[in-house]
């Protein structure tokens, strides 16, 4: 196991070592993608240079070479969230993909008029516009769990909600507005308890901690390669195989069938029932090379580094009267969505990139939410475990100079 040294993780990570605007790069918007260490990007480079082909037509050395690593690379993924096989592993683009996929594929087939799907306020996009879609498409209804002025569930209301209608709960597992980590177990128990399926929206999670998908007994699971430090366009869809095995295809074509005639066709097993097309074999590669970089690591120790910036963060905000934090919950991962008294978010984001720092600014994809709160949008500054206590002094030092123009 490798030990934690900071300075010899943030040389993995070749993009951090730049000046942006004359300024050295303070990269805090790890919530929107993170960076790549140099072994995920030697990956995709080895690939094409020495075993590009294509997947599962072993005609050839070099496409078996391709289909085994491809394949290896489900494997990584499945021991990553300790799915019970790599049957359950559907690639994908991302967890918008992945999400639309059981939308699409478990939604628009087994959902009818009176049924209850269940989301909470603080969604991402992508789980509400699909759901909004299937709700449509089927006749059932979309009900929401109230979030409290503290960015946490309403758990009593989540349980008013509840009844013999509820199909399906979809939940973000870690919000990437506010940061608040939800309590998905004691969802899960209770959407089970009441019959339904339950889907997690994983892309805040897994960048931060082990996700064990058996343990937490979700039935289905959607996280994005391009948020755990792998390459953008491949995700991944966990799903338990008894689920999978019933639900009709997602998109058809190549790879997801296994004979194919004109009086009808028959699909593949899974998984690849799904995977219509070439996939991403590039991408599943290099999420696989994210997969052993982070193994190396005791994840506890990486994620207690996040937490130390998150907390040192908190305490500054919390001494300055113009800071205003959004999303107060007591169980937060490394994520500060804030408001500058008086200015808004976009000024503030531009000041700071003019000094070197990278943070997101926005509605960041959940406007509800930002509805609620009756703001516009925020200022994120999101950690990754590259991150620095001297780089959040840095964050503040920006901040400070550009209250001097704004306020
Ligand atoms: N859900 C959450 C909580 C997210 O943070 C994101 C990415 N911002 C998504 C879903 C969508 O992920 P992707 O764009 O990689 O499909």
């Known amino acids: 196991m490798r030990s934690f040294d900071i300075d010899a993780i943030r040389a993995d990570f070749p993009i951090l070592h730049q000046e942006v605007k004359g300024k050295p790069l303070v990269y805090l918007d790890n919530a929107a993608t993170t960076q790549k260490p140099q072994a995920v990007i030697d990956a995709l ?90 709700a449509q498409q089927t006749g059932a209804n979309l009900k929401v769990i109230p979030v409290t002025d503290n960015a946490e569930l309403e758990m009593a209301a989540f349980d008013a909600l509840l009844s013999d209608n509820t199909k399906l709960v979809s939940l973000v597992h870690v919000s990437n507005a506010l940061g608040t980590i939800n309590p998905v177990k004691t969802v899960i128990e209770k959407a089970h308890r009441a019959g339904a399926v339950v889907l997690l929206d994983g892309a805040q ?79 599943a590669i290099g999420l696989a090379a994210a997969i052993e970089y982070l193994n190396q690591f005791d994840r506890q120790q990486l994620a207690n580094h996040e937490h130390s910036l998150l907390t040192a963060t908190l305490e500054r905000a919390a001494a300055d009267p113009t800071i205003k934090l959004i999303g107060r919950a007591a169980d937060k991962a490394g994520v500060f969505s804030f408001l500058l008294e008086g200015t808004h978010p976009h000024d503030l984001g531009t000041l700071l990139d003019q000094q070197g720092v990278a943070v997101r600014t926005g509605h960041h994809c959940a406007m509800p939410i930002m509805d609620q709160y009756a703001i516009p949008g925020t200022v994120r500054a999101s950690f990754a475990f590259y991150n620095t206590l001297e780089e959040v002094d840095r964050f503040f030092t920006a901040l400070e100079k550009s209250k001097t123009f704004l306020l």
């Open 205 to 283: 999670a897994t960048p931060h901690w082990s996700v064990d998908v058996q343990e937490l007994g979700c039935d289905f699971y959607a996280f994005s390669g391009h948020k755990v430090y792998g390459p953008t366009g491949i995700g991944v869809l966990y799903g338990k195989a008894e689920l999978l095995d019933k639900m009709q295809p997602y998109q058809s074509g190549g790879e997801m069938i296994e004979k194919v005639s004109f009086d009808g066709t028959t699909f593949n097993a899974l998984p690849y029932k799904f995977e219509a097309g070439t996939p991403n074999i590039a991408g």
């Open 45 to 134: 480079s080895r690939y094409y240079s020495t075993i590009n082909s294509n997947v599962h037509r072993g005609a050839h050395t070099l496409s078996d070479l391709a289909t085994r690593e491809f394949e290896e690379a489900r494997h990584s993924v499945q021991r990553f969230i300790n799915a019970r096989s790599s049957n359950e592993i559907i690639w994908t683009r991302g967890t918008t993909e992945s999400i639309n996929l059981v939308a699409h594929s478990y939604g628009r087939a087994f959902l009818k008029p009176g049924d209850d799907i269940i989301i909470s306020a603080m969604e991402h996009h992508s789980n509400i516009v699909p759901w909004q879609l299937v």
